[in-house]
């Protein structure tokens, strides 16, 4: 069974999000998705709107989700990877060029993000009243 990874926070989630996981499914028969616990996202300098639980029980209902498991650090990529055994890496494009370190392990894959949507994106808009994406200028 071949496997593929991503990584992320994945917090309210978005059709940016559904994107890349439709789009890392499609590469392999079996999608991990190591989910940023609230402490690794402090650390990224974002703050969650759902809790680690919340992301995780949202991320297992989508149909492309298989496993989720924790992400709490930058160094857990190869060993992932390995007891796993995964055979693709896959991230957005934001992130081309950072872990070609696990090109000695796997296929790494960077996609590119889906244009117009973010989570800090509906944050700002909601905190501006701002309309619904469909309506918006
Ligand atoms: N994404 C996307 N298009 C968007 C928004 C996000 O393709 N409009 C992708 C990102 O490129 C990433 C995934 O969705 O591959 C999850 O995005 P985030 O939750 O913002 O994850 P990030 O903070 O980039 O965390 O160790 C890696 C980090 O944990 C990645």
């Given at each position: 069974m071949k496997k593929?990874?991503?990584y992320g926070t994945?917090?309210?989630i978005h059709h940016g999000h559904i994107n890349i996981l439709r789009r890392a499914k499609a590469m392999a028969d079996y999608l991990i998705v190591a989910l940023s616990t609230d402490e690794f996202t402090a650390g990224k300098g974002k703050q969650v709107y759902y809790k680690y639980d919340e992301r995780k029980l949202i991320l297992e209902?989508?149909?492309y989700v298989d496993e989720v498991i924790p992400e709490t650090s930058w160094e857990?990529?190869?060993d992932d990877v390995l007891k796993h055994h995964v055979a693709v890496f896959v991230i957005g494009e934001d992130w081309a060029g950072k872990f070609d370190f696990l090109k000695p392990h796997c296929e790494v894959v960077y996609?590119?993000?889906t244009e117009g949507i973010s989570?800090?994106?509906i944050k700002n808009d909601l905190a501006s009243g701002a309309q619904s994406a469909k309506n918006k200028k």
């Open positions: 593929v990874i991503t994945f917090d309210l209902a989508i149909k857990q990529k190869i996609l590119p993000r989570t800090t994106q």
